[in-house]
């Protein structure tokens, strides 16, 4: 499907099945999705935890669950982790 998608002009699109989605797009996660997509970069997990107003740990637990399923990515600097968006397009496989 993701190459499907290419030759119609979509690059960069991730591909999850249904079933994950189900999974692991939960409301939460859709928070964290919502704030990295608004364009403010985040400094850090820390940073984003207050920007949602959220325990450090949860989010950070989200955070290694969406990056498990090539959602997320994280730019490094020393200790610092940064997460960002990795696909410019997610795409949930349809239903049939």
Do not use: N, W
């Amino acid at each position: 499907m993701a190459r499907a998608l290419a030759r119609g002009g979509m690059e960069g699109a991730h591909v999850i099945s249904i079933e994950t989605a189900r999974e692991v797009l939960t409301p939460k996660r859709f928070e964290i999705i919502d704030c990295l997509r608004d364009g403010d970069p985040v400094e850090s997990v820390k940073s984003l935890a207050e920007r949602l107003d959220r325990d450090h740990g949860q989010v950070s637990r989200d955070l290694s669950i969406l990056a498990e399923h090539g959602i997320i990515e994280y730019d490094t600097d020393g200790r610092a982790k940064q997460p960002k968006l990795a696909p410019e397009h997610l795409v949930v496989e349809p239903l049939a």
